[in-house]
C-alpha cells in the first residue's frame, strides 16, 4: 500500500510544473486527497485538498488563483496544476489520502513527497 507523488523539479519564477499523486495497493478514487508542503525547519503547510467525487476543493490563500487541483478517478491520481509559481513554493510537496477531506483532519496515508525549487 502506497501514495506516490511525483512531478517535482526545478523551474524558473513563473514557470509551471504539474504534480501527480497516485496510489498503489488501493484505491484512491474513494479517498479524498490533500496537498501539503514543508520547508526544512518550518511546520508543514495545507496547499490544497479535493473531496473523494472532486465536488470540492479548497486552497491556501497563498495559492490561490495560481493552483488548481483535479483528480482521474479512471487512473485513481491526484493533480495539482502550479502555475505562475514562486520562489516561496519552494519546498517538498506531500500527497495524503484519508476519509475527509480538510486542513487539520485525519490522514491515512503520505506520499513520500517530491521536491519544488523555484529559481528567482
Known amino acids: 500500500v502506497q501514495l506516490q507523488a511525483s512531478g517535482g523539479g526545478l523551474v524558473q519564477t513563473g514557470g509551471s510544473l504539474r504534480l501527480s499523486c497516485a496510489s498503489s495497493g488501493f484505491t484512491l478514487d474513494y479517498y479524498a486527497v490533500g496537498w501539503f508542503r514543508q520547508v526544512p525547519g518550518k511546520r508543514r503547510e495545507g496547499v490544497s485538498y479535493?473531496?473523494?467525487?472532486?465536488?470540492?476543493?479548497n486552497y491556501a490563500e497563498s495559492v490561490k488563483g495560481r493552483f488548481t487541483i483535479s483528480r482521474d478517478n479512471a487512473k485513481s491520481t491526484v493533480y495539482l496544476q502550479m502555475n505562475s509559481l514562486k520562489p516561496e513554493d519552494t519546498a517538498v510537496y506531500y500527497c495524503?489520502?484519508?476519509?475527509?477531506?480538510?486542513?487539520?483532519?485525519?490522514?491515512?496515508?503520505w506520499g513520500q513527497g517530491t521536491l519544488v525549487t523555484v529559481s528567482s
Open positions: 495524503a489520502a484519508g476519509p475527509t477531506a480538510g486542513w487539520d483532519v485525519w490522514y491515512d496515508y
Open positions: 479535493i473531496s473523494s467525487s472532486g465536488g470540492s476543493a
